[in-house]
């Protein structure tokens, strides 16, 4: 049985990357980027100023001037004056330019007759080059600014927007089909009898890929049935870039995921990960170049291995670079019996010091998702017999 690092591989090799889409720069957020962005010009553009108060020539108050005369007002966004003698000075607002002649600024607060004539403080010290923000100090024109492989949060749109990009491209949005399957599973807000169950696997995995900035996202119920699950996968398989099934994937009668998808021409790339929960976990690529993941339908097991496997891979499709692993410490041992390697649900938990702790949150079983309300994702521990102490440091996987 492969080892849940072996299925990362396979999975990363027989990925495609979506592909390129530009979009208007208020749409991007959240999406991957797919070009470098470069400084379009010196930042700052000019000499800013960084403060409201007034420009003036900092020679003349070390030769002893300490009042000025108010020559004129220049706001953000003016064509810069020029100072017309030493002993003016220019009213000036932040993110102005800095008046030709003028080396400084002296805030508001440091003049004590702001009007016609502009006074400075007693103890005021005016220093070249104060309040004043150099043209090119912060980056130079051509520099790069964010890589392609990025994933654009407030701050890169901001700097795209700097930029000057009225367009950015980034990947295109994948097309996802999220497909649970099972005859025992009904819908809610329909009467449901004592031996049924409520399908809530297909609405974890829907929000959980919503949450995660995923929004083209299909969602159907296939019975176990041969010909049912034959004809709607192979639509399924026409129409989507991803499939994401939960259920029918063990090793049951009923379980005909694996073996329909292999008839409808999708190669089984493996079958089963050496892992507690999710062993029966399936993975395939069908000839469109369509990724076809099946998640065992136990509840735990589904959202463990959508997180552990699904959203990283659908990131990479994305383009996005690889991200360093997240990882914390245990805040108290787990004994692992198995060979497996195990996915422990945690609470995070800061102690007194401000440091956060893994809180292990097991549960009754991978049917027992009520335990999961509350956590914020699982920690993967590596296969025992094994007892892992209190500060053992391992991967962390959120859920959101
Ligand atoms: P399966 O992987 O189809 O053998 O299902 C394993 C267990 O998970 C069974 O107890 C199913 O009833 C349950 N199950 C399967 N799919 C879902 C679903 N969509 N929602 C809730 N439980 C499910
Ligand atoms: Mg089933």
């Known amino acids: 049985m492969l080892t849940p690092a072996e299925a990362d591989a396979l999975i990363g ?44 020539d900092s020679r003349a108050v070390a030769a002893g001037c300490r009042s000025f005369r108010v020559q004129a007002t ?4 003016e064509a810069p004056l020029t100072l017309a003698a030493p002993g003016a000075c220019i009213d000036i607002m932040t993110g102005a330019v800095l008046p030709v002649g003028c080396d400084s600024v002296a805030p508001l607060e440091e003049i004590t007759t702001p009007g016609v004539e502009a006074a400075l403080g007693p103890a005021v010290r005016v220093e070249p080059g104060q309040y004043v923000r150099r043209r090119g100090s912060d980056t130079r024109q051509g520099a790069l600014l964010v890589s392609a492989g990025t994933r654009l949060r407030a701050p890169e749109v901001a700097i795209a927007a700097a930029a000057g990009m009225a367009r950015v491209r980034l990947s295109s949005q994948p ?45 159907d119920h296939l019975h176990d049935d041969a010909e049912e699950l034959r004809e709607r996968l192979r639509f399924h398989l026409e129409t989507h870039d991803v499939l994401v099934l939960s259920g029918g994937v063990s090793m049951g009668k009923f379980d005909l995921v694996p073996r329909v998808l292999e008839e409808l ?38 959202l463990v291995c959508l997180s552990r496997y699904v959203l990283p891979a659908l990131y990479a499709s994305l383009g996005q670079s690889p991200q360093p692993p997240e990882r914390l410490a245990l805040g108290a041992p787990v ?5 497996l ?16 702790w893994a809180q292990p949150a097991p549960t009754n079983g991978s049917g027992d998702f009520t335990a999961l309300a509350g956590t914020d994702g699982f920690v993967e521990l590596p296969p025992g017999p094994n007892t892992y102490r209190k500060g053992f440091v391992t991967r962390l996987f959120r859920w959101s």
Request: proline letters at 9%; hydrophobic letters at 40%.
């Open 13 to 56: 090799q027989h990925l495609q990357c979506l592909p390129i889409e530009s979009l208007p720069l208020a749409q991007c957020a959240g999406g991957v980027l797919r070009e470098n962005i470069y400084a379009e010009r010196d930042q700052p553009p000019f000499d800013r100023v960084d403060m409201d108060g007034i420009a003036l």
């Open 74 to 77: 220049q706001a953000a966004g």
């Open 175 to 219: 097309m996802l089909a999220v497909i649970s399957t099972g005859n025992e599973l009904i819908e809610p807000g329909e009467p449901v009898l004592a031996h049924q169950v409520r399908r809530s696997n297909a609405y974890a995995i829907v929000s959980a890929l919503r949450e995660h900035g995923f929004q083209r996202v299909a969602d």
């Open 265 to 302: 021409g999708v190669r089984a790339i493996f079958h089963k990960v050496a892992q507690r929960p999710g062993k029966p976990l399936w993975f395939g690529m069908a000839p469109s170049g369509a990724a076809v993941f099946g998640l065992p339908g136990n509840p735990v097991s589904t």
């Open 335 to 339: 004994t692992i019996n198995t060979p």
């Open 341 to 356: 390697t195990h996915f422990i649900p945690v609470r995070i938990e800061q102690d007194d010091w401000g440091r956060p």
